[in-house]
């Protein structure tokens, strides 16, 4: 089978990251892969895009090519009728989470009544009926393999800085800068300083990514109300836990999707806490690993997505 990935280079958008995982996954199963973007990829005369399956995203797929031999997975699929009824299917790919009103998405339901494909993936087979083309819902996942996983991590000696690597935003409803600002500040009483990386200015190469991740003295998944709210499931907590860290989220929805022993609590302060009092706690450290090394890797992830085919 052959695969193209369409969409936004690495490291130039943080859903580029999703597709480097896609990657990964997709050629450890033993498919041929490619990557091309609106800005750069063949002509039609030089590559043979028939029976091929794209992976892309609805704001960034206004060239690619749309064949009727062909099957399309679009997270944010802004645009669905430019694929229906002139593709072979159309997989929309939504954010696994319970509600949302953003990106051409509005919804309220619960995750836990559609068809589990594998974790991290779900279908609505009702409204995939209505619609006419499949309704997924997809979790994002940690960028390693299952092999890549190594349980040594958890021996690795922390420093005395709070690395944040992520967005921060000062206001609107996703604003998050206050619950940086409240750790941190937490930090600094026991000597502990707070560093950012600004992943849209500054990118980092995924081994230096996940170095400083395995260094931060604490290495939390701060959700704001909004994410909170939706139960928004990005990559941080599941990244954080395959590195040998550990588990730790102010999100009880997202602590319950990641694993049974994800340690939450919604007070910062107690958040901190908890940190404190298991961050040396190395056995269980190194069981949330293995439960994400079987939950939680972009193999769950394709593996669920490919069931739809």
């Not at 500054?202 to 909004?226: E, H, I, Y």
Request: aromatic share 14%; hydrophobic share 35%; with cysteine.
């Amino acid at each position: 089978m052959k695969c193209i990935l369409w969409g936004y280079p690495l490291h130039s958008d943080t859903y580029s990251y999703v597709h480097e995982g896609f990657k990964k996954a997709l050629e450890r199963a033993g498919y041929e892969v490619y990557w091309f973007h609106d800005g750069e990829y063949p002509d039609s005369t030089d590559f043979d895009y028939e029976d091929s399956v794209f992976f892309t995203e609805g704001y960034a797929d206004k060239n690619i090519p749309v064949l009727a031999s062909c099957v399309y997975y679009v997270h944010v699929c802004v645009n669905p009728e430019k694929y229906v009824g002139s593709v072979k299917k159309l997989i929309d790919m939504r954010y696994h989470q319970d509600k949302m009103d953003k990106d051409n998405y509005e919804f309220d339901h619960d995750l836990s009544d559609f068809e589990e494909l594998d974790t991290g993936v779900c279908v609505d087979r009702v409204m995939s009926k209505e619609r006419g083309y499949d309704i997924s819902y997809l979790a994002w996942a940690t960028d390693l393999l299952p092999e890549e996983f190594d349980e040594d991590w958890v021996n690795i000696e922390r420093e005395n800085i709070y690395y944040f690597i992520g967005s921060i935003s000062g206001d609107g409803r996703f604003k998050n800068a206050h619950l940086i600002q409240e750790f941190g500040s937490l930090c600094a009483k026991i000597g502990v300083k707070t560093g950012w990386s600004n992943p849209w200015t500054n990118p980092l190469d995924g081994a230096v990514m996940r170095d400083l991740m395995q260094k931060s003295f604490l290495n939390p998944d701060l959700r704001n109300d909004t994410h909170k709210r939706w139960g928004t499931k990005t990559c941080r907590v599941f990244k954080s836990m395959s590195y040998g860290h550990l588990g730790l989220t102010n999100s009880p929805k997202l602590a319950k999707f990641a694993g049974p022993e994800v340690l939450c609590a919604e007070s910062i302060g107690d958040l901190f806490e908890l940190g404190l009092q298991n961050k040396d706690n190395k056995d269980l450290i190194r069981r949330q690993m293995m439960y994400t090394k079987d939950h939680h890797t972009y193999v769950n992830r394709i593996n669920g997505l490919l069931r739809l085919l």
